[in-house]
Each structure stands twice: as structure tokens, then as C-alpha cells.
């Protein structure tokens, strides 16, 4: 795997550089030196044309990104400007019924009415004999006693009759 990873980077590294050799080749013409100072002078003068004309390039291009720059800015700051005059106050939370909620919703026309509770049925408890009998009863404890004994077997035997 590693070698299989190596040969890889290496095919990497020879395309890569076949790309910069194709690059180079198209942009950059082999250079030449002349013999003489006169032909080495005027080489001198065209590449210092070719470099004024690439400054010029750039200068052209830094100022249109310091006039794009300036303009993004101002808007920018009409933006804010509008925002400052409609600023929205914050929203409170308001505890409202249904009833008012819908009210306001539908206006005063509807005659809806929301009170749920008034519809939930009310149920009565009633009170048993066996839960009257648990209430009485009260500690578990207290009643074995007093049913322990002869005394606890009369007292049942006369509730019963």
C-alpha cells in the first residue's frame, strides 16, 4: 500500500511539474542575451515597458477596488441609517385568556366561548362505607391490639349483633 501511495506522489510530482514547464514555455519566451551593450540597453527598455505597463495594470485595479470599497461603506451606512429610524421596541410577553385572545383575534362580532372548565364535568366523591371504615380505622396497630384478647373478641361479637 505504501508503495502503491509512493508511486502515486510520484506520478503527482512528475505531471505537476510538466504543468509548470507548459506554463513557462506559453508565458515566458526563452530569454536570449545579447552580445552587445546596445541590444542588452533596448532589452533593458522593453522590459521596463512591460513592467510600467503592469503597474499601471494594478494601479488601475487598486483603485477600483478602493471606489467598490468606498461605495459597499456607504451603503453600508444608509443601511444602519434606515434601520436606526424604524427600530422595532422589544415585544413583552402578554398573559392573555382564550377567551381574550379569540376576542381579539375575531373581534367583538363572534361570541365564542373558550372557558374549558366550565365544560369538564364535576364528579362528586362518594364517601363509602369501606373508605369511611379505612379513615376510622387509622393505625393498623392500634386496632390488632384492641382486637387481641378476650376483651377484643367480646367488643366484635357485640358490634356484629
Known amino acids: ?8 506522489l510520484e506520478k503527482e510530482e512528475g505531471r ?14 526563452p530569454l536570449h542575451l545579447p552580445g552587445s551593450m546596445s541590444e542588452v540597453q533596448e532589452l533593458c527598455r522593453q522590459l521596463h515597458a512591460k513592467i510600467d505597463a503592469a503597474e499601471e495594470e494594478k494601479y488601475d485595479m ?4 478602493q471606489k467598490s470599497t468606498k461605495e459597499l461603506e456607504d451603503m ?19 398573559r392573555m385568556s382564550a377567551d381574550a385572545m379569540l376576542k381579539a383575534l375575531l373581534g367583538s362580532k363572534h361570541k365564542v366561548c373558550m372557558d374549558l372548565r366550565a365544560n369538564l364535568k364535576q364528579v362528586k366523591k362518594e364517601d363509602t362505607e369501606k373508605e369511611r371504615d379505612l379513615r376510622d380505622v387509622g393505625d393498623w396497630r392500634k386496632n390488632i391490639e384492641e382486637k387481641s384478647g378476650m376483651e377484643g ?3 366484635m361479637f357485640e358490634t356484629e349483633s
Open 1 to 8: 500500500m505504501l508503495q502503491i501511495a509512493a508511486t502515486e
Open 16 to 29: 505537476r511539474e510538466a504543468e509548470k514547464q507548459n506554463y513557462l514555455s506559453e508565458h515566458c519566451p
Open 62 to 65: 487598486e483603485v477600483k477596488v
Open 76 to 94: 453600508n451606512q444608509k443601511l444602519f441609517d434606515l434601520r436606526g429610524k424604524f427600530k422595532r421596541p422589544p415585544l413583552r410577553r402578554v
Open 153 to 155: 373478641r367480646k367488643k
